[in-house]
């Protein structure tokens, strides 16, 4: 069984229908890309999957249990990791403590886990800088760097790369593949990107208009020809 | 902004006022050298130079953003920057648009407009425009409103109160609106557009102002392929009747566009050519593309 | 109508509400009082409370209300002299009449008002003569001290020409305002002290207002100034304002007034104890559990007993009338004297009495008049006022 | 692509013709049929309107100038004072120094000079008095005076970018500080008194049934003069660039507007309204002191606007007469719980009604609709 | 001083009479009468007296003396009445009037107790004894004082600290002495000694004086003295802006949370200062009827009581109202509002509108005297001291506790941090009880120094906000400097301008400051501000 089963889950903002009967799936050891141009839904699918946005209806299990009624904090707890578009670190926390909120539910005193520094170099200069002044692409390795702070079990990537020079896009990727691989951990990645997600994908879910119209394993992408699916 | 950088910056403002004042005494009170300058959109590119950054330097609290910049973007260019996360390339446009003070160097437009005596509204006004890293848009007023406040027209206050739209200009919205995909939203309030949707805004409202220099910050940013393509297919078009400078990270946009490319490394220029030239350099694999 | 309305016009809310709260529960009281014995003019009183919430503007609006809408026979109210002043253009248009409790600066006479409490010289000029006295400590030196408003300023304007006709020369006078409110008298103590050990016995005279009392009392107290090195005689300090004040250190300090709930006679043991079951059965927050009166109160009583006499002597609720009645009532109050309503100047006849603040936050009676003294709202220590005539001017 | 199909400009969210127009014919009919009420119809008629309600709907009405002026600043501008009622406070003291002078020898101490000079012992009037005998220039600094403070300490605290909260305490501080000078009576405007027993304005007597109706109906014209004059102003574009101040000032710069001109216009607009209902006002309820510009006073400005409803024109004025109305009402009804329901009120407006009552009326329309 | 001139006949009896029993004439003469005749009496009385005697006039100054027909009676403690003269005890009937004591009487009274405990074994009464004849000598002084003086002195087993209390004395005494070296030496030893009570001593000896000599060492004197006064009103001034200061930073502190931090304009915050002072009031009730022999520390009980009762009253408001208000911080202003308006109102039903008393416990009361002149209240520094404490508190709860990092985290940005697993509704109500509470410390300590009444909070509201603001939002470190700064400009100002244009430059002040440093002193510096 999945890690994450999201099924016929539907979203509205005011009276728009934003999702309409999603459904997705994400599993230990592998990376499930969701593509989709501007404005199909794709952040609020991730938001609804952190309750962020309360669904209307459909479900969401995550590790057998059902939490789409749990608040984030609770869904944080069960061990999903978030990496939210935009960034959103503490502008005024620094870097130490914007990753000491990632081991929010961690007891007190859990370091920070020494593999991150090793991804990440330029967070172990900028410790003592507030998040907020970091630039744009020092503050996307933070979000991620935070997300992973606490070992989840499930990764929720919102365009990991935008705004992040090559040489570490690479990286990222690498470190995507790499935690993939290790086994305990499915990841989410919605992703613009396109060279990049195929790259990674185990599986992948393509959206329109609020509607999943494709998916399927991640070596089909080049032969179903997903990428002129996302372009049109 | 800081206030120290306020400060500085209202210092060396009035350093260069006294400057231009003994400039006019010296010319026998006939208005000579500055005497040009105040006159907006009046931008002086005889010398083939539509911006000149000269060793500049900001530094935040010790820590040195940029360090002895030197820039210069001729008129009608097409500009890419690229550059580490954190090279300096937005505090850069920072200090082009007047949103901060450099602690010293030379910051022109065109070879007579020194842009550091200047506030943000004036800079606008003498022809740069700018989209920012991150998307800002009016949210609460709707996606017209949004690029009707952006025209270029009088933008003082009397003639706003007065002001309604010309048929020219309705057609010129109704054109950049499509441009930017949004004719269906025109009525939508800007705030509940997704964030490539406002991306595609900030771009029409930078069209809509018709700048001379048009500096844009990561544009293509969680553009699909086909947006980014199309994006690629706009600048190229801008090009000539604008100058541009493009921050980007997204090679394949870059080789769209480019022709010259300058990259910059820890507020300093690393290296400058055409993509490809850059893209061999070793310092630049070595700090920005990888291997 | 089988009742006759009056009106109550009390702050309840605001920065006032401290003082004026309990001035409208001994209204109802007393008007309780009055239907119990069978009302006036074989009518019951109605009382309509309104809250003019410390906002002075509002004081008018409500007077307008009550007499236009209401129709009130008569209302009783007000604290602050400018509430007086806002409401007093309402009660001549209307020619209506109020009823005003509270000791006052003077200088203001109106047909349609009676002052029930003190002018400047029923209350500050006995007790600055009494500091004067062998007794008082014989104060050569003065500080003036008050709330920076009319009442302060006009009494000390007075204070001054008397203590200049007594031979005080200027340089022994110090005058000090601060604004409502003030509560930081860490400043004004060390002046005070400063100017007090030049060496002549120096007596403060305070016209400090309101909640300014408890912090200026509290530093005073810290700082060391006993009374019997400096003593303080304020004019609007009584029982209620000390009862958030630990007073022991207070000792001694003094203040001037009409009435103190200390004095001892049959009227006013009646008076209090009328109050403490009043307080009780009604749960009046605050006395119930430790019942106070005080000299606005005694006012209020007073006033509107005269006025209920007023009316049954008219025979009307007419204004006019009750106006002509009330010329030379008298009526026996709690202090402990008879105290006469002024054929002509709208002022009572009113005894003094000085006090000495006791460890209890009562008042102990070191000094009063013989007998009731009669009020002179336009001063005579003052050169200007000399010819003013103390009767109001009919229109 | 169709041009005339997107040429009109969206309406704001809440500036409907229909609540437009209701309030301007509710304006007028106050206006028209208040004189027939009061002076007409016999006291005792139940129809009857008692010169208390004719004082308390001109004062309210004045509140309400005061509410609109505030929602210019405010609900549009995004820029909150909490100073407003120290312009209110300039304009009353302006009308009423004239009235002062108006009572002439007829004051307490019969003198040429107003009472509270003579008691200070004060020889001739100071010099801030000059113009106070003439009417027209009362008018004018009744602009003037509002307008110039407003303007001077706009420039600098805009040219400073002072924003949000830091702008609202300096406003706090600027009538708080006013206030004190006010309280002193070396200030030479009546001290903790302020001016009060007005006798006459244009040498006709104040206290007159005919002449309350006349400040009333110049009250009601005046307040629906300001309304079509601020839905103008907001309709225009000048209007659309206060609210892009509003929502993103620096954008709103690197657009080339410059934000001072445009702040600095709306907030001496502002401070003009409100001195002008204060001018209004002083006359009705017949007393001006510093009172007026307690911080608490310019809070309540802004508590009418939210609970009416902000940048809706048709809020504020709504929701001064309900806070005001319901203060008269409740203070006699319920002198001694009156300030528990007028807590829930505005407790109750912020939880369930975030677009004030307006946005309340607006969401049940939909709702039936739906 | 009058009294001392008996007093010295006094003083030549002592030890030498035998006590003379205490007759009900005398306790009449003492009890009643015109002041002077009774001051007569208690000269002569005191001179004397036995034990009665010395139990009446003792009783005579504490107030506890009732006068019923001719009978004198004391009134112990409990109120019940005994007989002056026999000791019996007696019912006190409800005409039985007070003895009345004025101002004066007291002071006669304090005197002619004070000689006797001058030759007494009772340490502290020998020193207040002292002074009270050092205090005579600098205010009035008569040579004929000398002596009573110099038979203290001769005295062995005097007190060191009341010995020099009468070398002063007595040196104040000699400065008119016939004696040209004495006159010197009493000059000399005056100077040093700072005291702004000798300064028209001084002076007018210096204009009396003929001898050179004598007139240069009074003119050092003098200068001493000048400088030593000008020396501590400079310090009183600083204290007093300091003081003043702390309690500007108590009242803001708590603020420095609810706004700085979390964005809450909360109108209400005086209201919870107001509540923390009412919980200190119901704790020294408490203590006043169940433990009156602990009431002196009824303040540290009181400090975490007012501490839980606002936290509370805070959780409860954050709970009910402002959790839903979060990101609309203008909406806050106005519920907020509506909240104060409430919470006044309520504890006006509750305790009634009128001030409720708030007793300082006896080691916040009186001063310490420094430099002569310079006079600190105990309950001033305490609560420098206080205010310092809470604040040091505070800063490393911030910004060195996990739950301080959640409560920062939690303000910035509420989304995220519950998806980074904190339970934000949870942090936000701490967060809002802890500035609530603190407010509660504050109310606490201005219970001290000002009065407790409904509109407790509304002075504070407004300052509370300036200095917030003016140390700029969500910085502690600023919120410390603003409050510092303007307590001592304020007292600076306040020195030679008076209260009102002190107060009035003040906020003038924090406008054109303001323009200077939009963002407050300590301005958040980054690209995101
Ligand atoms: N708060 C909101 N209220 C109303 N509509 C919203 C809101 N947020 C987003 N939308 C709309 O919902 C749709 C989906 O938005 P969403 O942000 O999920 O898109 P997306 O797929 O993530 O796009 P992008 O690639 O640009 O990030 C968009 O049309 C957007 O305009
Ligand atoms: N206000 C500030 N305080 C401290 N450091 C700052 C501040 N502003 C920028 N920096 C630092 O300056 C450096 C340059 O930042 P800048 O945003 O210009 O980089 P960038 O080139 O735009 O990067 P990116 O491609 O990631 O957007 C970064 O290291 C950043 O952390
Ligand atoms: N009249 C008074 N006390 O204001
Ligand atoms: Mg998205
Ligand atoms: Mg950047």
């Given at each position: 069984m999945s890690l994450l089963q999201v099924k016929d889950v539907n979203q509205y903002y005011g009276g728009s229908h934003i999702l309409r009967n999603v459904n997705l799936s994400a599993e230990l050891g592998k990376v499930t890309v969701v593509l989709g141009r501007n404005g199909v839904g794709k952040t609020t699918l991730l938001k609804s999957l952190m309750g962020l946005v309360p669904i209307k209806s459909g479900g969401i299990t995550f590790d057998g249990k059902a939490i789409d009624k749990a608040t984030p904090y609770e869904r944080a707890r069960a061990g999903i990791g978030f990496v939210p578009q935009g960034r959103e670190i503490f502008a005024r926390l620094t870097v130490q403590e914007n990753l000491q909120m990632g081991l929010a539910y961690k007891p007190g005193g859990t370091p920070i886990p020494a593999e991150l520094f090793e991804l990440f170099p330029v967070l172990k200069q900028m410790l003592g800088r507030r998040g907020g002044d970091l630039s744009g692409g020092q503050q996307q390795q933070l979000a991620i760097a935070r997300a992973l702070a606490a070992g989840p079990k499930l990764l929720i990537l919102d365009e990991p790369t935008e705004g992040i020079q090559p040489n570490i896009i690479k990286d990222i990727g690498k470190v995507i593949r790499m935690l993939a691989d290790r086994g305990n951990m499915a990841i989410v990645l919605v992703e613009q990107y396109y060279d990049f997600a195929e790259e990674l994908a185990d599986q992948y879910v393509v959206m329109e208009r609020g509607e999943v119209i494709a998916s399927g394993p991640g070596s089909e992408m080049q032969a179903k020809n997903i990428r002129q699916l996302v372009a049109i | 902004m800081?206030?120290?950088?306020?400060?500085?910056?209202?210092?060396?403002?009035?350093?260069?006022?006294?400057?231009?004042?003994?400039?006019?005494?010296?010319?026998?009170?006939?208005?000579?050298?500055?005497?040009?300058?105040?006159?907006?959109?009046?931008?002086?590119?005889?010398?083939?130079?539509?911006?000149?950054?000269?060793?500049?330097?900001?530094?935040?609290?010790?820590?040195?953003?940029?360090?002895?910049?030197?820039?210069?973007?001729?008129?009608?260019?097409?500009?890419?920057?690229?550059?580490?996360?954190?090279?300096?390339?937005?505090?850069?446009?920072?200090?082009?648009?007047?949103?901060?003070?450099?602690?010293?160097?030379t910051v022109f437009f065109g070879s007579t407009i020194d842009l550091l005596r200047y506030r943000e509204p004036e800079i606008a006004a003498l022809g740069i425009g700018r989209k920012f890293q991150k998307p800002t848009v009016f949210e609460q007023l709707s996606v017209f409103e949004n690029l009707e406040l952006a025209l270029a027209t009088d933008k003082r206050v009397g003639h706003s109160m007065v002001f309604s739209l010309t048929g020219e200009e309705k057609d010129r919205l109704a054109e950049v609106l499509s441009t930017i995909h949004l004719a269906d939203s025109a009525r939508r309030q800007a705030?509940?557009?997704?964030?490539?949707?406002?991306?595609?805004?900030?771009?029409?409202?930078?069209?809509?102002?018709?700048?001379?220099?048009l500096l844009l910050d990561e544009p293509v940013a969680g553009m699909t392929d086909e947006e980014t393509a199309r994006t690629a297919e706009l600048f190229l078009s801008l090009k000539g009747k604008h100058s541009l400078m493009v921050v980007e990270h997204d090679m394949s946009f870059i080789r769209a566009i480019s022709e010259k490319v300058t990259v910059l490394c820890d507020g300093s220029v690393l290296a400058e050519g055409t993509l490809d030239e850059v893209q061999a350099d070793e310092r630049v694999i070595e700090v920005y593309l990888g291997r | 109508a089988d009742t006759i309305k009056v009106g109550i016009l009390h702050s309840l809310s605001g920065t006032m509400a401290i003082s004026e709260t309990v001035l409208k529960d001994v209204a109802l009281m007393t008007i309780d009082e009055i239907n119990a014995k069978g009302g006036v003019l074989g009518k019951k009183l109605e009382p309509v409370v309104v809250d003019p919430a410390s906002n002075w503007p509002l004081f008018a609006e409500k007077a307008k209300?009550?007499?236009?809408?209401?129709?009130?026979?008569?209302?009783?109210?007000?604290?602050?002299?400018?509430?007086?002043?806002?409401?007093?253009?309402?009660?001549?248009?209307?020619?209506?009449?109020?009823?005003?409790?509270?000791?006052?600066?003077?200088?203001?006479?109106?047909?349609?008002?009676?002052?029930?409490?003190?002018?400047?010289?029923?209350?500050?000029?006995?007790?600055?003569?009494?500091?004067?006295?062998?007794?008082?400590?014989?104060?050569?030196?003065?500080?003036?001290?008050?709330?920076?408003?009319?009442?302060?300023?006009?009494?000390?304007?007075?204070?001054?020409?008397?203590?200049?006709?007594?031979?005080?020369?200027?340089?022994?006078?110090?005058?000090?305002?601060?604004?409502?409110?003030?509560?930081?008298?860490?400043?004004?103590?060390?002046?005070?002290?400063?100017?007090?050990?030049?060496?002549?016995?120096?007596?403060?005279?305070?016209?400090?207002?309101?909640?300014?009392?408890?912090?200026?009392?509290?530093?005073?107290?810290?700082?060391?100034?006993?009374?019997?090195?400096?003593?303080?005689?304020?004019?609007?300090?009584?029982?209620?304002?000390?009862?958030?004040?630990?007073?022991?250190?207070?000792?001694?300090?003094?203040?001037?007034?009409?009435?103190?709930?200390?004095?001892?006679?049959?009227?006013?043991?009646?008076?209090?104890?009328?109050?403490?079951?009043?307080?009780?059965?009604?749960?009046?927050?605050?006395?119930?559990?430790?019942?106070?009166?005080?000299?606005?109160?005694?006012?209020?009583?007073?006033?509107?007993?005269?006025?209920?006499?007023?009316?049954?002597?008219?025979?009307?609720?007419?204004?006019?009338?009750?106006?002509?009645?009330?010329?030379?009532?008298?009526?026996?109050?709690?202090?402990?004297?008879?105290?006469?309503?002024?054929?002509?100047?709208?002022h009572l006849h009113k005894p003094v009495f000085i006090g000495e603040v006791k460890a209890d936050g009562q008042f102990n009676v070191v000094w009063k008049t013989p007998g009731p003294v009669v009020a002179d709202p336009w001063s005579d220590y003052i050169p200007e006022n000399k010819g003013k005539k103390n009767v109001p001017e009919k229109k | 692509m169709n041009t005339a199909a997107i040429?009109?400009?969206?309406?704001?969210?809440?500036?409907?013709?229909?609540?437009?127009?209701?309030?301007?014919?509710?304006?007028?009919?106050?206006?028209?049929?208040?004189?027939?009420?009061?002076?007409?119809?016999?006291?005792?008629?139940?129809?009857?309107?008692?010169?208390?309600?004719?004082?308390?709907?001109?004062?309210?009405?004045?509140?309400?100038?005061?509410?609109?002026?505030?929602?210019?600043?405010?609900?549009?501008?995004?820029?909150?004072?909490?100073?407003?009622?120290?312009?209110?406070?300039?304009?009353g003291y302006v009308m009423g120094m004239y009235l002062m002078r108006q009572i002439g020898r007829d004051g307490n101490y019969q003198s040429d000079l107003p009472d509270f000079m003579v008691f200070l012992d004060w020889k001739e009037l100071p010099w801030h008095w000059?113009?106070?005998?003439?009417?027209?220039?009362?008018?004018?600094?009744?602009?003037?005076?509002?307008?110039?403070?407003?303007?001077?300490?706009?420039?600098?605290?805009?040219?400073?970018?002072?924003?949000?909260?830091?702008?609202?305490?300096?406003?706090?501080?600027?009538?708080?500080?006013?206030?004190?000078?006010?309280?002193?009576?070396?200030?030479?405007?009546?001290?903790?008194?302020?001016?009060?027993?007005?006798?006459?304005?244009?040498?006709?007597?104040?206290?007159?049934?005919?002449?309350?109706?006349?400040?009333?109906?110049?009250?009601?014209?005046?307040?629906?003069?300001?309304?079509?004059?601020?839905?103008?102003?907001?309709?225009?574009?000048?209007?659309?660039?206060?609210?892009?101040?509003?929502?993103?000032?620096?954008?709103?710069m690197f657009c080339g507007y410059n934000p001072l001109p445009y702040k600095l216009t709306i907030w001496t607009i502002s401070a003009v309204m409100c001195g002008i209902a204060g001018a209004l006002y002083v006359p009705q309820v017949g007393i001006?002191?510093?009172?007026?510009?307690?911080?608490?006073?310019?809070?309540?400005?802004?508590?009418?606007?939210?609970?009416?409803?902000?940048?809706?024109?048709?809020?504020?004025?709504?929701?001064?007469?309900?806070?005001?109305?319901?203060?008269?009402?409740?203070?006699?009804?319920?002198?001694?719980?009156?300030?528990?329901?007028?807590?829930?009120?505005?407790?109750?407006?912020?939880?369930?009604?975030?677009?004030?009552?307006?946005?309340l009326v607006k969401k049940f329309k939909k709702g039936g609709q739906a | 001083?009058?009294?001392?001139?008996?007093?010295?006949?006094?003083?030549?009896?002592?030890?030498?009479?035998?006590?003379?029993?205490?007759?009900?004439a005398d306790a009449l003469a003492l009890a009643v009468g015109d002041s002077d005749d009774r001051i007569a009496a208690i000269n002569r009385l005191a001179a004397e007296p036995d034990e009665r005697t010395l139990a009446l006039l003792q009783a005579l100054g504490n107030g506890a003396v009732k006068v019923q027909g001719e009978q004198v009676l004391l009134i112990a403690d409990d109120g019940s009445a005994t007989d002056a003269v026999t000791g019996a005890p007696v019912t006190l009937a409800d005409e039985a009037e007070d003895s009345m004591v004025n101002n004066r009487l007291r002071g006669a009274l304090e005197a002619a107790l004070s000689v006797r405990d001058l030759f007494g074994s009772d340490v502290p009464a020998q020193q207040a004894a002292a002074e009270l004849l050092q205090k005579s000598a600098f205010e009035e002084p008569d040579a004929a004082q000398l002596p009573l003086v110099d038979k203290a002195l001769a005295n062995t087993a005097l007190d060191a600290k009341a010995r020099t209390s009468l070398e002063r004395a007595r040196a104040a005494l000699q400065l008119a002495s016939d004696d040209e070296a004495q006159r010197l030496a009493a000059a000399q030893a005056l100077g040093g000694m700072g005291d702004p009570a000798l300064k028209p001593l001084l002076a007018a000896r210096l204009e009396a004086e003929q001898s050179a000599t004598v007139k240069t060492a009074l003119g050092d004197a003098m200068s001493a003295l000048d400088r030593s006064l000008a020396i501590s009103s400079g310090l009183s001034q600083a204290f007093t802006g300091i003081s003043l200061g702390s309690i500007l930073l108590l009242a803001a502190l708590g603020l420095a949370i609810t706004y700085g931090l979390m964005g809450?304009?909360?109108?209400?915050?005086?209201?919870?200062?107001?509540?923390?002072?009412?919980?200190?009031?119901?704790?020294?009730?408490?203590?006043?009827?169940?433990?009156?022999?602990?009431?002196?520390?009824?303040?540290?009980?009181?400090?975490?009581?007012?501490?839980?009762?606002?936290?509370?009253?805070?959780?409860?408001?954050?709970?009910?109202?402002?959790?839903?208000?979060?990101?609309?911080?203008?909406?806050?202003?106005?519920?907020?509002?509506?909240?104060?308006l409430v919470l006044m109102q309520g504890v006006r039903s509750l305790f009634g509108a009128q001030n409720v008393g708030v007793e300082n416990p006896s080691w916040m009361s009186g001063s310490v005297t420094l430099l002569g002149n310079l006079t600190l209240p105990w309950n001033r520094i305490l609560i420098i001291a206080f205010a310092a404490a809470v604040l040091i508190g505070v800063t490393l709860l911030i910004s060195k506790t996990r739950l301080g990092l959640f409560v920062r985290g939690v303000t910035q940005n509420r989304p995220i941090a519950s998806c980074m697993g904190v339970n934000t509704a949870r942090i936000d109500t701490y967060a809002f009880a802890l500035g609530s509470g603190i407010a509660g410390l504050a109310g606490c300590a201005l219970s001290q120094i000002g009065n407790v009444g409904p509109d407790l909070g509304q002075s504070y509201i407004v300052d509370s906000f300036m200095v917030v603001v003016l140390g700029g939002v969500g910085q502690l470190a600023g919120t410390v400097y603003a409050a510092l700064g303007l307590g001592l400009l304020n007292k600076f100002l306040e020195g030679w301008a008076g209260a009102v244009l002190a107060k009035i430059a003040v906020l003038v002040f924090i406008i054109v400051f303001i323009q200077k440093r939009p963002q407050g002193i300590f301005a958040f510096k980054g690209r995101e501000a």
């Open positions: - | 800081t206030p120290d950088l306020m400060e500085a910056g209202a210092q060396r403002y009035e350093k260069v006022a006294a400057a231009a004042l003994q400039a006019q005494t010296e010319s026998g009170g006939r208005s000579a050298g500055y005497g040009r300058v105040a006159r907006a959109g009046e931008v002086d590119t005889t010398h083939g130079r539509i911006l000149y950054l000269e060793d500049v330097h900001v530094s935040f609290d010790g820590f040195k953003a940029i360090n002895g910049l030197n820039l210069d973007i001729a008129p009608g260019e097409l500009r890419c920057i690229i550059g580490p996360n954190g090279a300096g390339k937005t505090t850069m446009m920072d200090i082009i648009t007047g949103k901060t003070r450099p602690d010293s160097g705030g509940l557009l997704s964030h490539g949707q406002k991306q595609w805004l900030e771009i029409g409202m930078l069209l809509m102002q018709d700048p001379k220099l | 209300q009550l007499i236009d809408q209401d129709k009130v026979a008569a209302v009783f109210g007000c604290w602050t002299s400018v509430s007086r002043k806002s409401v007093l253009p309402v009660f001549e248009e209307k020619n209506s009449l109020l009823f005003y409790p509270v000791q006052y600066e003077g200088e203001e006479l109106s047909k349609n008002v009676f002052y029930t409490g003190a002018a400047p010289n029923q209350q500050a000029i006995p007790a600055v003569e009494y500091l004067m006295s062998k007794d008082g400590g014989s104060a050569k030196r003065w500080v003036l001290l008050g709330t920076d408003y009319v009442y302060p300023r006009t009494t000390n304007k007075i204070l001054r020409a008397f203590l200049k006709s007594k031979g005080v020369k200027d340089e022994d006078i110090m005058e000090e305002y601060t604004p409502f409110g003030h509560s930081d008298y860490q400043t004004i103590i060390a002046n005070i002290k400063k100017f007090a050990s030049a060496g002549k016995k120096t007596a403060v005279v305070s016209t400090i207002n309101g909640d300014s009392n408890v912090p200026f009392y509290k530093e005073l107290g810290n700082a060391g100034l006993s009374a019997k090195d400096v003593p303080v005689v304020a004019f609007s300090v009584g029982e209620e304002e000390l009862r958030g004040v630990d007073t022991k250190p207070l000792v001694g300090h003094l203040a001037a007034w009409n009435y103190f709930m200390s004095i001892k006679n049959p009227a006013n043991a009646e008076f209090v104890k009328k109050w403490s079951a009043y307080a009780k059965a009604k749960n009046i927050a605050g006395h119930k559990d430790k019942p106070l009166t005080n000299d606005p109160m005694e006012a209020t009583y007073i006033g509107i007993n005269m006025w209920a006499q007023a009316v049954e002597k008219a025979k009307s609720t007419d204004t006019d009338k009750v106006i002509a009645a009330m010329a030379g009532q008298t009526f026996k109050a709690p202090g402990g004297f008879t105290s006469t309503m002024d054929k002509e100047n709208h | 040429s009109l400009p969206t309406p704001g969210p809440l500036l409907t013709r229909g609540a437009f127009s209701g309030v301007m014919v509710a304006l007028l009919v106050v206006c028209a049929l208040a004189p027939v009420l009061n002076l007409l119809v016999p006291a005792d008629s139940v129809f009857h309107l008692s010169d208390y309600m004719v004082g308390l709907l001109g004062k309210i009405m004045c509140y309400a100038i005061c509410a609109l002026a505030m929602d210019l600043i405010w609900g549009y501008t995004g820029i909150l004072s909490l100073g407003h009622g120290l312009f209110f406070a300039l304009g000059a113009l106070s005998d003439s009417f027209i220039a009362t008018l004018l600094l009744i602009v003037l005076v509002p307008g110039l403070v407003a303007f001077v300490f706009g420039y600098f605290a805009f040219r400073s970018r002072i924003k949000g909260v830091y702008f609202s305490i300096i406003t706090q501080a600027l009538t708080f500080a006013a206030l004190l000078l006010f309280f002193r009576n070396e200030t030479g405007m009546g001290g903790n008194n302020g001016f009060t027993d007005f006798k006459r304005i244009l040498g006709l007597p104040i206290a007159t049934q005919e002449m309350r109706m006349t400040l009333f109906v110049i009250t009601g014209l005046t307040l629906l003069g300001f309304y079509v004059f601020a839905r103008w102003l907001v309709a225009s574009k000048f209007g659309r660039v206060l609210q892009a101040i509003r929502d993103a000032e620096s954008r709103v001006i002191n510093p009172g007026e510009m307690s911080t608490a006073a310019s809070i309540e400005i802004a508590v009418w606007t939210a609970v009416g409803g902000r940048a809706t024109l048709v809020g504020p004025i709504v929701g001064a007469f309900i806070v005001n109305g319901a203060k008269s009402w409740l203070t006699v009804t319920f002198p001694e719980f009156w300030l528990y329901f007028l807590g829930v009120l505005f407790i109750a407006v912020t939880l369930w009604m975030p677009q004030g009552v307006v946005g | 001083m009058r009294w001392l001139r008996s007093l010295l006949v006094l003083l030549c009896l002592i030890g030498a009479a035998s006590a003379h029993a205490l007759t009900p809450v304009i909360n109108m209400a915050h005086g209201e919870l200062i107001m509540i923390g002072a009412y919980a200190t009031w119901l704790v020294q009730a408490f203590f006043k009827s169940t433990l009156p022999d602990y009431f002196d520390w009824y303040l540290l009980a009181a400090m975490p009581v007012a501490f839980i009762a606002s936290a509370l009253v805070g959780a409860a408001m954050e709970r009910s109202v402002i959790r839903f208000l979060y990101g609309r911080p203008l909406e806050t202003l106005l519920a907020t509002w509506g909240i104060s």
